[in-house]
Each structure stands twice: as C-alpha cells, then as structure tokens.
C-alpha cells in the first residue's frame, strides 16, 4: 500500500514536470473540498480553484524539474495518507534558470470507485535558507 502513495506522488510531480493539465486532472480529487496552496499565492478551495491555479502555473513556466528528497508517509486507516517532502526545484523563467527548494505536505484519500489514491490537499512553503541537494540524492 505504501508503495501505491508513493507511486500517487510521483504522477504528481510528473503531471507537475510535464505542465499537463490532464495529467493533473488524474491525480487530483474533483471534490468542493479539496484545498491547494502554492507558495506566495492565495489558498484554493475546490478542484475548480485549483485546476485555474495550475493552469495559471503551467501558462508561465517554460520548464520545471523536481526531485523530491526527505519524503515521508504516514498512513491513517488506510484511507488517508500524508507525504511530507522537500521539493528540490530547477525552472526556467524568462531563460533564466532558478533553483528553489519547497517544502511541501501532500494528503491523498483512497478512492475505493476508483480504486486509486487521489490528492486531496497540496501546501508549499519556500525555503528562505535553501541548500541544493548533492547530485547523487534521489
């Protein structure tokens, strides 16, 4: 089952890489309930909300690239799960390359329709003292 969350938050961050919106679609609950906070923005509430918020996202960036370290996963009544992470981020913004790291709290449900872990809640808060990971950390 872990394996199964995990595998949910990396197609994610794979709909995140690949700016798909249809990819997004995928991974994320369509609920009214479902809340999404990106760093510096507004909390949304809704898929509505949040679909419009990453569809702003995706409009805006040229290239984005992730690599997901320190991530833990709790599983509760194996219903709910929570991945904690620090997203390790390379984008390019205007041909100018940025590195930032994220720290990030991921809540998917199991969807037993479905049979499929969906997102549920996203939350990023940037690092003001960020340090790139070394090259070789997956």
């Not at 995990?6 to 809340?35: G, P, Q, R």
């Not at 049979?115 to 809640?121: C, G, N, R, T, Y």
Request: net charge negative; hydrophobic share 40%; charged share 20%.
């Amino acid at each position: 089952m872990l394996k199964d969350i995990e595998n949910a938050n990396t197609k994610f961050y794979d709909a995140f890489e690949n700016l798909s919106i249809t990819m997004m679609e995928s991974v994320w609950s369509h609920k009214d309930d479902c809340i999404c906070i990106h760093p510096g923005w507004e909390m949304f509430v809704g898929w509505i909300a949040i679909r419009e918020s990453w569809l702003t996202i995706f409009a805006n960036t040229e290239n984005i690239k992730f690599t997901i370290t320190n991530s833990k996963i709790r599983l509760y009544q194996e219903v709910i799960a929570v991945i904690t992470c620090l997203e390790n981020i390379e984008m390019i913004l205007n041909e100018m390359k940025i590195q930032s790291g994220v720290v990030a709290t991921n809540i998917f449900e199991y969807n037993s329709y479905q049979k499929e872990w969906l997102i549920v809640h996203h939350h990023g808060s940037s690092l003001s003292n960020y340090f790139l990971p070394p090259k070789n950390i997956k």
